[in-house]
């Protein structure tokens, strides 16, 4: 399947972020949504993503909090990949606990972004 096929949705509450990864991921060929967690939440309810992309600690409801919901409130059965600045002993773990199907600490290259968005949409 052609990148241009996969829409892929963008969590994050910092806009530069937003911007750096949504124009990445276009360049790239991917078709792309992105916003805060709300927008998520109203994205989710009006077509299903691809893959999700979501930092972990969002401003208005955190990614542990987002997964749950995407799983469990709309059935979203496709991969979630967190990136976080969270280095904490543990953090992976509880955020694979919670859902999400892959992990990638900040600072992610341009090369490791593509690379595991790859991975997930096989």
């Known amino acids: ?3 241009d096929k996969h829409h892929i949705l963008v969590v994050d509450g ?3 972020f937003l911007d750096i990864v949504d124009s990445l991921l276009r360049l790239a060929g991917y078709a792309v949504t992105a916003g805060d967690a709300i927008d ?3 994205a989710i309810r009006s077509f299903e993503p691809d893959l999700i992309i979501s930092e972990w600690t969002l401003p208005m409801m ?3 909090r987002l997964v749950k919901w995407s799983r469990e409130e709309t059935g979203y059965t496709g991969p979630i990949l967190i990136l976080t600045a ?3 002993p543990g953090v992976e773990s509880r955020i694979l606990g919670a859902g999400a199907d892959g992990v990638l600490f900040k600072p992610a290259g341009p ?3 593509l690379d595991r968005v ?4 096989l």
């Open 40 to 42: 998520a939440m109203t």
């Open 86 to 88: 969270m280095k904490h």
């Open 111 to 113: 090369s490791l972004i």
């Open 118 to 121: 790859q991975d997930l949409l």
């Open 1 to 3: 399947m052609s990148r």
């Open 14 to 16: 910092d806009r530069d």
């Open 62 to 64: 955190d990614g542990r």
